[in-house]
Each structure stands twice: as structure tokens, then as C-alpha cells.
T-cell receptor, first 114, second 113 residues
Framework: EPEVTQTPSHQVTQMGQEVILRCVPI?????FYWYRQILGQKVEFLVS????????KSEIFDDQFSVERPDGSNFTLKIRSTKLEDSAMYFC????????????FGQGTRLTVV | GENVEQHPSTLSVQEGDSAVIKCTYS??????FPWYKQELGKGPQLIID?????GEKKDQRIAVTLNKTAKHFSLHITETQPEDSAVYFC????????????FGKGTMLLVSP
């Protein structure tokens, strides 16, 4: 069964450092998303990406965040200068159509900012 | 924007019992309501969804009901098994454009043998 894969599974970084979280969406999917989940809290939407551009973003997704699809398979989330409050589980998701068709989630990257 | 409330936050049942998780939403334009199951260390996995043109949908032991007037929807799991133990999230979205999912806070379901 096709799946969304994320690397690394766990990333520890110093406050102020840049991190890049990587995702390989399902190959024939067209819509890509990043969500995050702070420990014990709900899953929160960060950004959606379609046709090589951001289609929607939340208030969380400020200038410190950026996304990129550098080639035909990878989808990355970059945090330029990490803060302690960026510590969370980050989930990549993809769907063939918009979010109202099944969105497949990756297993997540746990980001710990120290 | 949309706000989704989910109750209860934890639910403990005995194997074989039924479990019900309830969600309410605020945006009357929302018309797509998926439920996700998240097992420890894994990402959310869609288990069932419902669109606003139907009031109920069933898939084996799980069912979802939707009351658009009251703006609430529920997940029903019958004959629970220990492997049903997980965190369950409800979500809401509009069927248009790039609308994204707004999640509830999750319910930790514990099924005791």
C-alpha cells in the first residue's frame, strides 16, 4: 500500500538553528500539507501546497516557515530560526484531490528544540 | 474560522462494549467530516468519513452519524477490541478548493480485555 514517508523520525536542534523536515508524498497525489501536533494537543494545520505554490496557510505559518517541492518527489518544511515553542510532532500529508478526499498522513517527525 | 470540539478526552470501556465519541463544529459551511485513528508513534489514519448529504454511514463495526441542524457528528464503535485502543480525532472541512482539515482535540480510547 502506498504511504507518505517522513525523515527524520526525530530531530533535536538548538534554538535559533534552521531545520528542514522532509517528506515523500504518495506519487500520484497533487495536494500536500504540513500539520503539527504539540504534545497532548490537537493536530493543527500549517500549510497546503498545490501546483508548486502555497494554496493556504494558517497563522502559525509565519515568516520563519517555508515549504518547497524541490523535485518531483520530495516536499520539505523549513524552519529558519527555531524557537522552543516549535517543539512538536510535524506531520506531512498528501491527497489526490483537495482535503476532502482521503488525506494520507506520514508517521511524523518529532522536533525537539533545546 | 472553524472550531471543532470533541468529547470525551478519554474513554475507557471493556472489550465487547460500545464506544461513542462526539464532536461539534461551528462553521455551517463545513460539509466533510472525517475521523482519524492515531496509534502510538504513528500518523493519523482515516477510518471513516461522512459528507453532509448523508446522515449516517457504517463500515463494519464503526459508524458515523451527522446532525447538520445541531452541527454535531459522532463516531460509534461496536464490539470494541483491545486493538481499537488509540487516539481518535474528528475533523471538519469544506468541500471546495483547498479547504483544510480542522481537528478536534482527540479522544484516547482504552479498551480493556
Amino acid at each position: 500500500e502506498p504511504e507518505v514517508t517522513q525523515t527524520p523520525s526525530h530531530q533535536v536542534t538548538q534554538m535559533g538553528q534552521e531545520v528542514i523536515l522532509r517528506c515523500v508524498p504518495i506519487s500520484n497525489h497533487l495536494y500536500f500539507y504540513w500539520y503539527r501536533q504539540i504534545l497532548g494537543q490537537k493536530v493543527e494545520f500549517l500549510v497546503s501546497f498545490y501546483n508548486n505554490e502555497i494554496s493556504e496557510k494558517s497563522e502559525i505559518f509565519d515568516d520563519q516557515f517555508s515549504v518547497e517541492r524541490p523535485d518531483g518527489s520530495n516536499f520539505t518544511l523549513k524552519i529558519r530560526s527555531t524557537k522552543l515553542e516549535d517543539s512538536a510532532m510535524y506531520f506531512c500529508a498528501s491527497s489526490f484531490q483537495d482535503s476532502t478526499t482521503e488525506a494520507f498522513f506520514g508517521q511524523g517527525t518529532r522536533l525537539t528544540v533545546v | 474560522g472553524e472550531n471543532v470540539e470533541q468529547h470525551p478526552s478519554t474513554l475507557s470501556v471493556q472489550e465487547g462494549d460500545s464506544a461513542v465519541i462526539k464532536c461539534t463544529y461551528s462553521d455551517s459551511a463545513s460539509n466533510y467530516f472525517p475521523w482519524y485513528k492515531q496509534e502510538l508513534g504513528k500518523g493519523p489514519q482515516l477510518i471513516i468519513d461522512i459528507r453532509s448529504n448523508v446522515g449516517e454511514k457504517k463500515d463494519q463495526r464503526i459508524a458515523v452519524t451527522l446532525n447538520k441542524t445541531a452541527k454535531h457528528f459522532s463516531l460509534h464503535i461496536t464490539e470494541t477490541q483491545p486493538e481499537d485502543s488509540a487516539v481518535y480525532f474528528c475533523a471538519a472541512s469544506r468541500i471546495s478548493g483547498y479547504s483544510t482539515l480542522t481537528f478536534g482535540k482527540g479522544t484516547m480510547l482504552l479498551v480493556s480485555p
